[in-house]
């Protein structure tokens, strides 16, 4: 409470005190900021997670960037975040759209869709583990063969059922964002192009698809940046298998890191994690000009 | 798509297509893109409700059900003997656990993200206006990068295997997000009022509390709800740093208890229902206020 008479003070000409902001300042600092310049310095030590730290110069970065696995887990993150965003987006889209509509049908199924919001990634991935067993699952209850694979055993097929399980988890969050985009949309518009004679489909092309810009900005932001984070639910769900073939950028990093022992190659992957993410969110924002941010910044 | 001014369909027809069957949610491109949408609608909830219903069932049969029925036919005696074997393998402590690392975690972080929220919306300066600019960048950057810093903070803190650990930098990571959508909120409350309330003598501090907290409420039980789904459901902090039994928390739970009992698939199932459950209660209560806060939070 300390700060309470120069807020007051302050406030009179200019807003209250920005000592209001220090703690969650603080704390982002200590566990995000500072975390995020240790991991490169730790990316030029050799630390095996319990001894000593000791300088190492570039050895680690050296070790990660020859390592054939780096660029194999490089290239399947890239895999995952592209079909998972091309399956995604147009899914939360469209049913963004439709359940933003009025029928009391469509809000009864929009609580449904939400369901997989609750669940963590571990529970979805025991689930999906199950579900997709050959024997005991899904295929084997419809009594189709052609479901009853080893889906998660074959690696020509996991890939595609690891962008499934993420669709499942996550569609539901972006259709969220997706609907309260669409209610914001004037009606007024869809009036006008109805007199003018559009029908629905021009009407979304015309209307709904640009109004949504933003929307699809925040989303896809969103998106690309989250998969880098689809951690938990791939190694609940494979562990990276079978061999490397879904063991994506942050497993991997883990995996070096607290199965391998090898934090300095770890923090170097960590490393360019940020700058994948950080690169991927410039484009994001670049491609939808720079409105939005003079928006999100305003008052501040 | 004028979703409003849409004809209603008969929600009866399209219920017979099934999960196998369907093409992809219908884009709408013949006369009637509504019966597409429709169509797409149902079809989504068959691919959100296959996973649930599976898991359910399942979690209700015992050995030799599971072994030798359908896997997609109800159970023809139902039993509860597996979720009796979750709830007396120390069940009752990951979800105490859970709760105390979700609360703890959620309310220091509403409340130091409320305050730097209400100080960026209202006051000025570049203190101010760099916090703001790096939270936003925070939502940018993929935060599991920084776990390996995270790591070697809490052991040389001594930390480690302390529910504190998972509770600090949970509360770091869920304050960017927070600050943002409750600064989206703050914005609509009109200067007005603060400007009143100035004239009666109130101070920045009293201004905060009194005036600004119950206006946007609704907003940050929205962003409680939210921050606590991401806490309760968050697997890589307790993964990484938490290491016994007594620290366990319920998501790592499911997959510990996954490797003890995976022969026994149902009782697995049954531990997923059982962390879903409190959940679930908490989304019936509350889903309206997560819903209409969310949609609205990220879509200004």
Known sequence: MAFTST????????????????????????????????????????????????FDGVASWARTLTDPVTANALWVTAKIMVFSYVVQTPISLLLGV?????????????????????????????????????????????????????????????????????AWQFVPFHTLIYQGGVRQIPGSLYEAAQIDGAGRLQQFFAITLPQLKYTIITSST????????????????????????????????????????????????????????????LILQRLGGTNRKASQLEGA | ??????????????????AQEAPPPARGGRKRPNVLGALGGWFWLAVI??????????????????????????????????????LESDFARYFANSLVVTVGSVVPALLVSFMAAYAIVRGRGWFLSSTNRLFLLGLAIPLHATIIP???????????????????????????????????????????????????????WAMMWRLALPLVRPAVVTVGIYDALNVWNGFLFPLILTQSPETRVLPLSLWTFQGEFSVNIPAVLASVVLATLPLLVVYIVARRQLVSGLTAGFSK
Not at chain 1, 124 to 139: E, R, V
Request: aromatic share 12%; proline share 7%; no cysteine.
């Open chain 2, 150 to 204: 995270i790591y070697w903070m809490i052991t040389r803190a001594h930390m480690y295997d302390t529910l504190l650990a998972l509770i600090l930098p949970s509360v770091a990571f869920a304050i960017p997000i927070s600050v943002l959508i409750l600064s989206n909120f703050l914005r609509d409350v009109p200067n007005e009022l603060f400007e009143s309330m100035r004239l009666d003598g109130a101070s920045d």
């Open chain 1, 98 to 166: 439709f359940t933003a509509g009025g029928q009391r049908y469509r809000a009864v199924l929009a609580v449904l869709y939400f369901l997989p919001l609750l669940l963590s990634s571990a529970a979805i991935a025991i689930a999906y583990k199950a579900l997709l067993d050959p024997n005991f699952g899904m295929g084997a209850g419809l009594g189709l063969p052609a479901l009853a694979q080893d889906w998660l055993g074959n690696s020509d097929l996991v890939l595609f059922v690891v962008v499934f399980v993420i």
């Open chain 1, 7 to 54: 807020a007051s003070r302050r406030a009179r000409e200019s807003g209250p005190s920005g000592w209001l902001a220090a703690p969650a300042l603080v704390f982002f600092l200590v566990f995000a900021v500072i975390p995020l310049a240790g991991v490169v310095a730790l990316s030029f030590t050799k630390w095996d997670g319990l001894s000593e730290i000791t």
């Open chain 2, 49 to 86: 409700i296959l996973p649930i219903y599976y898991v359910v069932i399942t979690s209700l049969k015992d050995q030799s059900g599971f072994f030798t029925s359908n896997p997609l036919a109800p159970p023809t005696d139902p039993t509860f003997a597996n979720y009796q074997l979750v």
């Open chain 2, 1 to 18: 798509m004028a979703s409003t001014t849409q004809l209603p369909v008969n929600p009866a027809a399209p219920t017979r297509r099934r």
């Open chain 1, 222 to 281: 969103l998106m690309a940046v989250g998969s880098l984070a689809y951690f938990d639910l791939i190694f609940v769900l494979t562990g990276g298998g079978p061999g490397y073939s879904t063991r994506l950028l942050p497993l991997h990093m883990y995996l070096t890191g607290f199965k391998a022992n090898d934090m300095g190659a770890a923090s170097a992957l960590g490393v360019i994690l940020v700058v994948v993410g950080l690169a991927l969110a």
